[in-house]
């Protein structure tokens, strides 16, 4: 082996120079290294080339690593002026130095080439300094394989950087078989070589460049030494593979274009085959002549992105398998819309369902789409009452059969007037495990807007639900929950109509008696206290604050109360003002009702079957004491006021909801014009000046009568027409 000593000391000094002195191309390898050592995360770069020729392909590049050298590129005579983070060109990217931390497409900026009077365009020329050079594709001998290698034109932008070109491989033949390699020694402006060219850092510019006629010329020349040494890539499978590499000792191997291995990313070279010492190639070099080099090219296996279109179905979060491995099947993925349950048949690869993916076998090769298939399904709902001896005058509702995320029709329970002997209906309950419904005490209220789904249905595609019953209770009739359509839009101050919807309380049997009221209150207002059938009559002369002083004395016995009054005035007998305060709108307490429900139970309850228009009936005569039917309204001085329960109820059992006396109701009275539609559970206004009474009395003609006529008064109003009548909520259920 020769050994140059003049070169020897050159090469010396150069490393002196490598490590002492700053250089950028070093300093970026030097943070690769560091980099490189999290080789499970990396990014997509893509291309636009805006025009250029030929495309880059996609490169996958380690997290805060360098993008992998791009080859040049053509867009006819228009200078390519670099690669830019966005299509306005506000930031170009500095391949040398810019590190990759997150997918990212470059753009490629393209200045048109103007004539010679405003110059924009260089053209770069290659001089490779030997008619003999080429780029050899295989190192077999040939005696005939002669020919001259031109590299070809690039077009530049002033001001912007030249693409380095790929490694040329420069030798002689002899005798016919003998090739003669020699050392490529770097780019220079000159055919001295006093100055080399450094792609990574130099620029193009009018005063380096010839003019030729018509154009700006800038050309570099290709600097070849015998002493070199030999640098061979292992692609590891990654194409193209790089050609091998004859290097003058000293200089930097030529980092070759990106490669590219399906399923894998590019993890760099390195200089030995287990990947322990990465390559440099903007430091590492070779000092010996004839050394023959290895680089060993790093693949790691890609991770791809699966994402998953549920198609209206609950949301699967996106995997990321490694290429060649299999995806997790998705589970308890569930689709539903209104009315309309589904099941799921299987995950295909396009939106068309042609292709099913089988999680059992498929491996994931490449980015990808599954999309779900879905079919309606069905569900079983069944009704359950209960086998308690008081139900048994209800009837059973039939199964439904829902389609998933499907509703539930709420089933109709006659209304039975309840007794000792028979429960009154409150509301269907389901289990919220409903693979274990044996404990009635974890029961929760079915909501019938709610959609079937498997989250409520057993493993038989079964959902139960249970009747919820409230016992009798003295002196009160079950109004069971449900709506109606409240008002009567062809009556002067009863519309505009609107649908109400109510859950269940208890009401009173009739008005509050006299007796009744003395017993509570130890007082009886009542201007005709004196007449023989007082006890039985409504207590009337009565406050709007009398009455709800009245449902604040007789909630006792572990009842909760709905109301407060302070400020009582005066301090006895009738009120004239208090203040009223609510505590609890859902206590178990007595109170008032409210105008909605007053007018739902006077019209039969769910859905006011028969649509009467008095309380019970279309013959006013029989359900109302009105001016008509008053036995002699000028016989006493009490007038025409009746023993309650005198004439028929209507169909839930309560009696007087029309005539009698007028009864008070807990809202403030205001028109029904901006009330809203569909209602629940309305309570009126917060403020006014009168409250409301419902259902006309003895003094009033047949048209009061009528169970959607309104009328009010100021609340400490007590005259000997009004009265009242109390709901209450249940305290206990089965």
């Given at each position: 082996m020769k050994v140059n000593l003049k070169l020897l000391c050159i090469m010396i000094l150069a490393c002196v120079c490598l490590v002492t002195c700053y250089n950028p191309i070093m300093d970026q390898w030097w943070d690769i290294e560091e980099s490189v050592t999290n080789l499970s995360v990396y990014h997509v770069v893509k291309?636009?080339?805006?025009?250029?020729?030929?495309?880059?392909?996609?490169?996958?590049?380690?997290?805060?690593?360098?993008?992998?050298?791009?080859?040049?590129?053509?867009?006819?005579?228009?200078?390519?002026?670099?690669?830019?983070?966005?299509?306005?060109?506000?930031?170009?990217?500095?391949?040398?130095?810019?590190?990759i931390t997150e997918d990212i497409t470059l753009y490629a900026k393209w200045v048109l080439n103007t004539p010679v009077a405003d110059p924009k365009v260089i053209e770069v020329h290659f001089v490779t300094n030997t008619t003999q050079a080429r780029i050899s594709d295989s190192d077999t001998p040939d005696a005939g394989d002669r020919e001259v290698l031109e590299l070809s034109i690039q077009y530049i932008a002033e001001g912007s950087k030249i693409v380095e070109p790929s490694a040329i491989r420069y030798f002689e033949i002899f005798d016919s078989i003998t090739r003669s390699y020699f050392g490529f020694g770097g780019w220079y402006t000159d055919n001295a070589y006093s100055r080399e060219w450094v792609f990574a850092v130099d620029t193009v510019n009018l005063s380096d460049a010839e003019f030729d006629g018509d154009k700006y010329i800038i050309k570099l020349y290709a600097k070849w030494v015998e002493e070199h040494?030999?640098?061979?890539?292992n692609a590891n499978n990654g194409i193209p593979a790089p050609r091998d590499q004859e290097i003058a000792l000293g200089m930097y191997v030529v980092e070759p274009y990106a490669m590219s291995r399906i399923g894998h990313g590019f993890g760099?070279?390195?200089?030995?085959?287990?990947?322990?010492?990465?390559?440099?190639?903007?430091?590492?070099?070779?000092?010996?002549d004839g050394s023959i080099i290895t680089l060993y090219a790093k693949w790691i296996v890609n991770s791809y992105n699966v994402t998953f279109?549920?198609?209206?179905?609950?949301?699967?979060?996106?995997?990321?398998?490694?290429?060649?491995?299999?995806?997790?099947?998705?589970?308890?993925?569930?689709?539903?819309?209104?009315?309309?349950?589904?099941?799921?048949?299987?995950?295909?690869?396009?939106?068309?369902?042609?292709?099913?993916?089988?999680?059992?076998?498929?491996?994931?090769?490449?980015d990808m789409t599954l999309y779900a298939r879905w079919e309606i399904a069905q569900y079983t709902v069944i009704f359950h009452l209960g086998d308690y001896e008081e139900v048994k005058a209800y009837n059973k509702p039939a199964n439904q059969y829902i389609i998933s995320y499907g509703l539930v029709t709420e089933p109709v329970l006659p209304n039975h007037i309840t007794s000792a002997n028979v429960y009154g209906f409150l509301r269907w309950d389901y289990s919220p495990n409903p693979n274990n419904s044996s404990d009635r005490s974890s029961l929760l209220e079915w909501d019938f807007s709610k959609p079937v789904t498997d989250v409520v249905t057993n493993s038989n595609n079964e959902l139960n639900l249970y009747a919820r019953w409230v016992p009798h209770v003295d002196g009160m009739v079950w109004v069971q929950k449900g709506s109606f359509i409240m008002g009567d839009s062809s009556v002067s101050g009863?519309?505009?109509?609107?649908?109400?919807?109510?859950?269940?309380?208890?009401?009173?049997?009739?008005?509050?008696?006299?007796?009744?009221f003395f017993a509570a209150m130890n007082y009886n207002p009542s201007n005709s206290h004196a007449s023989p059938t007082a006890p039985q009559q409504p207590v009337e002369m009565v406050s709007w604050f009398d009455a709800i002083e009245y449902c604040i004395k007789i909630t006792t016995g572990g009842l909760s109360q709905v109301y407060t009054l302070a400020d009582r005035n005066p301090s006895t007998g009738s009120i004239a003002n208090?203040?009223?305060?609510?505590?609890?709108?859902?206590?178990?307490?007595?109170?008032?009702?409210?105008?909605?429900?007053?007018?739902?139970?006077?019209?039969?309850?769910?859905?006011?079957?028969?649509?009467?228009?008095?309380?019970?009936?279309?013959?006013?005569?029989?359900?109302?004491?009105?001016?008509?039917?008053?036995?002699d309204r000028t016989q006493t001085s009490h007038g025409g006021i009746q023993p309650v329960r005198g004439k028929a109820p209507n169909g839930l059992g309560l009696f007087d909801m029309s005539g009698n006396v007028a009864e008070w109701c807990w809202d403030w009275?205001?028109?029904?014009?901006?009330?809203?539609?569909?209602?629940?559970?309305?309570?009126?206004?917060?403020?006014?000046?009168?409250?409301?009474?419902?259902?006309?009395?003895?003094?009033?003609?047949?048209?009061?009568?009528?169970?959607?006529?309104?009328?009010?008064?100021?609340?400490?109003?007590?005259?000997?027409?009004?009265?009242?009548?109390?709901?209450?909520?249940?305290?206990?259920?089965?």
């Open positions: 291309f636009d080339a805006n025009g250029g020729w030929p495309v880059p392909g996609d490169q996958l590049i380690l997290h805060n690593s360098n993008i992998a050298k791009v080859p040049p590129m053509t867009r006819e005579t228009d200078g390519f002026a670099g690669w830019y983070t966005d299509n306005s060109y506000s930031r170009e990217w500095d391949l040398a130095i810019d590190k040494y030999k640098v061979n890539f760099g070279w390195y200089s030995d085959p287990n990947f322990g010492q990465p390559w440099n190639f903007a430091k590492d070099t070779e000092f010996f279109v549920s198609n209206g179905g609950t949301s699967v979060p996106e995997q990321i398998p490694d290429y060649g491995t299999k995806i997790v099947k998705p589970a308890g993925v569930t689709k539903h819309e209104t009315g309309i349950d589904y099941s799921l048949l299987g995950w295909y690869t396009d939106p068309g369902f042609t292709n099913e993916w089988d999680f059992d076998n498929d491996t994931v090769t490449s009863a519309g505009p109509e609107r649908r109400v919807y109510l859950d269940g309380f208890y009401m009173s049997i009739n008005e509050v008696t006299q007796a009744e208090a203040t009223v305060t609510v505590v609890d709108w859902n206590a178990n307490g007595y109170r008032l009702p409210t105008e909605a429900e007053w007018e739902y139970a006077a019209r039969g309850g769910n859905g006011s079957p028969g649509n009467f228009p008095y309380a019970g009936s279309d013959d006013a005569t029989k359900v109302a004491w009105y001016n008509a039917t008053v036995a009275f205001v028109s029904y014009r901006n009330m809203p539609n569909p209602d629940y559970n309305p309570r009126g206004p917060s403020i006014g000046t009168e409250r409301v009474r419902r259902g006309g009395s003895w003094s009033n003609a047949i048209g009061n009568m009528r169970s959607v006529i309104r009328n009010s008064d100021t609340p400490e109003t007590a005259n000997w027409v009004i009265g009242f009548r109390v709901v209450r909520g249940f305290s206990v259920i089965y």
